[in-house]
């Protein structure tokens, strides 16, 4: 079946600029994960839900991220006045519930 | 919160011969560890997992052991090919009744099989 998928693949924003990236999960999986790759390092967790409830934003460096999830489906995270240190591969994961979590492609954003 | 410190950060093994990735962890309730495969590019991909009631798991080449008191678990991969030359990471998370929890990654082992 179709895996997580997201988009858009890649991003280019101008320091400043509000981003939205979108996270397809896995269809049923009743969990989502949001994480943040720098480059050469492991994933960082940013923030957990299931079905639409935000139970874990405590990884969200600031409170120009936001993330939403309002009909326990699809999600979005969202960055707000982007800065250079934004600079990342965001994963979005999925999971039934149980422990394994399924990871998307990832979208590459780049704050120039 | 947790932690999770991977070595070695690089390893490079000869085609055939085993290599072993290995992970301490801090909080003594984690209950879950996860080994995920990342190649240039790509989406990380599980390779094998374990919980902490259990002390060793096998899946062909790949096997993970747990050792609890200690804190620690470890990947072991034998008769090593060139396709296993990618990035591994190790993760912990807390298990409860209530569902699954965000993961805390290790730094990353970057695996070099040499033909």
């Known amino acids: 079946g179709a895996g997580v998928s997201q988009s858009p693949r890649y991003k280019v924003a101008k320091r400043g600029q509000d981003v939205a990236l979108r996270c397809d999960p896995i269809s049923g999986h009743v969990s989502l994960f949001w994480y943040q790759q720098a480059l050469g390092q492991g994933p960082e967790f940013l923030t957990y839900?299931?079905?639409?409830?935000?139970?874990?934003k405590s990884g969200l460096p600031s409170d120009r991220f936001f993330a939403e999830r309002p009909e326990g489906s699809v999600s979005t995270l969202k960055i707000q006045r982007t800065q250079q240190e934004d600079s990342a591969v965001y994963l979005c994961a999925s999971s039934t519930g149980t422990d394994t979590q399924y990871f998307g492609p990832g979208t590459r954003l780049t704050v120039l | 919160g947790e932690n999770v410190e991977q070595h070695p950060s690089t390893l490079s093994v000869q085609e055939g011969d085993s290599a072993v990735i290995k992970c301490t962890y801090s909080?003594?309730?984690?209950?879950?560890f996860p080994w995920y495969k990342q190649e240039l590019g790509k989406r990380p991909q599980l390779i094998i997992d374990?919980?902490?009631?259990?002390g060793e798991k096998k899946d062909q080449r790949i096997a993970v052991t747990l050792n609890k008191t200690a804190k620690h678990f470890s990947l072991h991969i034998t008769e090593t090919q060139p396709e296993d030359s990618a990035v591994y990471f190790c993760?912990?998370?807390?298990?409860?009744?209530?569902?699954?929890?965000?993961?805390?990654f290790g730094k990353g082992t970057h695996l070099i099989i040499q033909p």
């Open positions: 839900f299931q079905n639409e409830a935000q139970l874990d």
């Open positions: 909080d003594s309730a984690s209950n879950y």
């Open positions: 374990i919980r902490s009631n259990v």
């Open positions: 993760a912990a998370s807390i298990r409860s009744g209530g569902g699954a929890d965000g993961l805390t």
